[in-house]
């Protein structure tokens, strides 16, 4: 069965400091990921996803992930925080074949950035 | 583009009353889900409909729960006889069908609170 683990609860950054949020994933064969991110009382919206066409993914509000399959990680980086990205977020996998429809998420990484 | 909706955003209930909750996902997709989301985790997957049929129900989705898409639109998702247990943001989302990796459109969430 495929899963989800991210590292760290709670990830506290400076404005303007390198965001790191990672995730590794278990899963016999490579699967779709992805990262979204949650407001306060809101829904989820799609950061950026990984579907095998390149292994440095670009995603929105400079965003970015890598997947690396010898490590099993898809970790999340953002070059300088912003205040508006203070929200939680999770990475998510989807299997390629079988049940290749439903999403399994980790457990998310609040992060907090402080002035 | 009019985005995933869900009525009510928010319903508190007494235990053992009926909850019914409304997800309208966006026109031109064919699969609908549900997920709930506990306090300090991750959504997790409960069911789907692609069109109006009912394709998987996860283990978590207890003979309380029911969830109709009867014409292949909107959805709905009934908890009866609630429990304190069932408190969570209920997460609704869809998506185009047939491919695997394909995006799903999350809306904001209905959180019901049990009293």
């Known amino acids: 069965a495929q899963s989800v683990t991210q590292l760290g609860s709670h990830v506290s950054v400076s404005e303007g400091a390198l965001v790191l949020l990672r995730c590794n994933y278990s899963?016999?064969?490579?699967?779709?990921l992805f990262w979204y991110v949650q407001y306060p009382n809101q829904g989820l919206q799609l950061l950026l996803k990984y579907t095998s066409a390149a292994t440095l993914v670009k995603g929105i509000n400079g965003f970015e992930a890598e997947f690396k399959k010898s490590e099993t990680s898809f970790h999340l980086t953002k070059p300088s925080a912003h205040m508006s990205d203070a929200a939680e977020y999770f990475c998510a996998v989807n299997h390629r074949g079988g049940s290749n429809y439903k999403l399994t998420f980790g457990k998310g990484t609040l992060l907090t950035v402080n002035p | 583009d009019t985005g995933v909706s869900q009525d009510p955003r928010h319903k508190i209930t007494k235990r053992g009353q009926n909850v019914t909750f409304r997800c309208d996902p966006i026109s031109e997709h064919n699969r609908l889900y549900w997920y709930r989301q506990t306090l300090g985790q991750g959504p997790e997957f409960l069911t789907y409909?692609?069109?109006?049929?009912?394709?998987?129900k996860s283990r978590l989705l207890s003979d309380r729960f029911s969830a109709e898409r009867p014409k292949g639109s909107f959805s709905t998702l009934e908890i009866q006889r609630t429990e304190q247990g069932d408190s969570a943001m209920y997460l609704c989302?869809?998506?185009?069908?047939?491919?695997?990796?394909?995006?799903?459109?999350f809306g904001p969430g209905t959180r019901l609170t049990v009293t």
């Open positions: 989302a869809s998506s185009w069908a047939g491919l695997a990796g394909v995006k799903q459109y």
């Open positions: 409909f692609q069109n109006e049929a009912q394709l998987e």
């Open positions: 899963s016999s064969v490579p699967p779709y």
